[in-house]
C-alpha cells in the first residue's frame, strides 16, 4: 500500500474542496466564467480554480501574471507547462480554451493530481488570496500593524455579540 503524505493529502483535499464548491456555485458565479475566451490559458485556468462573482478581471490577469513570473524561475516550468497543456486538452477532449465554463471545470478536476495543477493551485491560491481586492470581496481589512494592531483596530468590533455591562 502506498503511503499517504499529509501534504498531498492536505493539498488534494483542499483542491478537490474547491472544485466541489465550484460544481456547486451558481449562475451568477458561472456567469463570471463566460468571458474567458478574453483570457489568456493561465488566467482562464485561475478562474476556474478561484471563481468569485464582484472580481474583476484585471484582478486574475495581474495574479495570472504572478503566478507566471513566479514559476518562470523554476527549472521544470516550461515541461510542466506542455504537460499540462496537453492534460487539460485531452481530459477535455478538444482544446480547453473552446470549452465551456462546465467542460473546464471537469478537465480541470480530471487532472488535479497532476504535478502541473498542484503546482499551478499552490502559487495562484496564494497570489490570488493576497491580492487587496479579493480580501474587500472576502471581509479581510489587511494588515494591522500600520494602525497600531488589532488591539485598536479590529480586536473588539465583533456585532454578533450581545452588549454587556461591566
Given at each position: 500500500?502506498?503511503?499517504?503524505?499529509?501534504?498531498?493529502?492536505?493539498?488534494?483535499g483542499i483542491a478537490l474542496a474547491g472544485l466541489a464548491?465550484?460544481?456547486g456555485c451558481s449562475g451568477e458565479e458561472q456567469a463570471t466564467q463566460e468571458g474567458l475566451e478574453d483570457f489568456d490559458a493561465l488566467a482562464a485556468l485561475i478562474v476556474v480554480l478561484f471563481p468569485h462573482k464582484?472580481?474583476?478581471?484585471?484582478?486574475y490577469e495581474e495574479v495570472s501574471e504572478l503566478v507566471r513570473a513566479q514559476l518562470s524561475a523554476r527549472e521544470d516550468w516550461a515541461r510542466l507547462?506542455?504537460?499540462?497543456?496537453?492534460?487539460?486538452?485531452a481530459a477535455a477532449g478538444a482544446p480547453w480554451e473552446s470549452l465551456d465554463a462546465e467542460a473546464r471545470v471537469n478537465?480541470?478536476?480530471a487532472?488535479?493530481?497532476t504535478q502541473f495543477f498542484k503546482t499551478i493551485y499552490q502559487a495562484a491560491?496564494?497570489?490570488?488570496?493576497?491580492?487587496?481586492a479579493v480580501w474587500a470581496l472576502v471581509g479581510y481589512p489587511g494588515a494591522s500593524a500600520e494602525e497600531g494592531g488589532y488591539l485598536y483596530r479590529g480586536f473588539d468590533d465583533i456585532d454578533w455579540l450581545p452588549e454587556t455591562t461591566p
Open positions: 500500500m502506498a503511503k499517504i503524505v499529509r501534504r498531498d493529502f492536505m493539498l488534494t464548491a465550484l460544481a464582484n472580481i474583476n478581471a484585471s484582478v507547462q506542455q504537460e499540462g497543456r496537453a492534460a487539460l486538452d478537465a480541470a478536476e487532472i488535479s493530481k491560491l496564494f497570489e490570488f488570496y493576497s491580492h487587496p
